[in-house]
């Protein structure tokens, strides 16, 4: 078995993931001491949410800090990348078991949401994905990484669009200002998730229809959007007394120039 040479231009990627990976782990911290404070759910699904996306990104930096030393993308970069998706789908089912405990919505879905992610998982350990081995190895050899891929992605947008919906129908229905804001950043969050795979989707068209050799730009500004994500579902959960403030100031605002 043969390896690919590490491209020194995936460095300042490395970099972007330890900083993304070193962010994630500070709004972790902040979304576990939250739950201790509440010891309500809702925090303590979301801090779920942000390990789990933690450990994929902290994966995803060690293989690619092995590969900068080794100057080969080597067996720790093979396994960060099927963890660091299975690590998604694990996110995926908590985060709607998330949306359903704040807006007591799609309960019906979640147990086609469970199994579905499963053979999900399952699928992305397969060794006929061939993660991080040069195409040159498996050549005529059964090879289901496209399919596993797209799966992913085709399961994480049902569940993106789906709680993003949910989000709406329930904004309509909130009673306070702030309650509606909540679910305004939830949904927001969630088009972030879906741009999130977008940019990757389009990172690999340039692969597959321009022989880019990948981890372009729009690599870089997924990761932005993952950012953007953490922000909106931290705000969205903990609700910081300057945003409640300010949201119900607008709002004061608004009901005195309707009046």
Known sequence: MTYTPFEPRVLVLMFYYIA???????????????????KVKPPLLLTIVFLVFTAAIVMLAIGLVDS??????REIYRFSLPF???MIVVADIVLFMFAIDITGRGKKALNLVIVLGIVLFIILYLPWNWWGVPSTDYAGQLNIRLYSTLGLIAY?????????????????????PVAKTGLSL???AMICLLLFFLM??????LIVAFDDPGY???VYIAWAFAVAFY???YLSVVMPDWLARRVAKKSTRLGTQNS
């Open 186 to 188: 939830m949904f927001w």
């Open 84 to 86: 660091g998706y299975s």
């Open 216 to 218: 372009s730009i729009f």
């Open 156 to 176: 994480s947008y049902i569940i993106y669009i789906t709680i993003a919906r949910i989000c709406k129908l329930a904004s309509a229905e909130a009673k306070t």
């Open 68 to 73: 900068a030393i080794a100057t080969i993308y």
């Open 200 to 205: 990757f989707v389009v990172d690999t068209i």
């Open 20 to 38: 993304i990976a070193v962010f994630s782990a500070v709004l972790t911290v902040k979304m576990h001491a939250r739950w201790k404070e509440r």
């Open 231 to 233: 922000i909106c579902m």
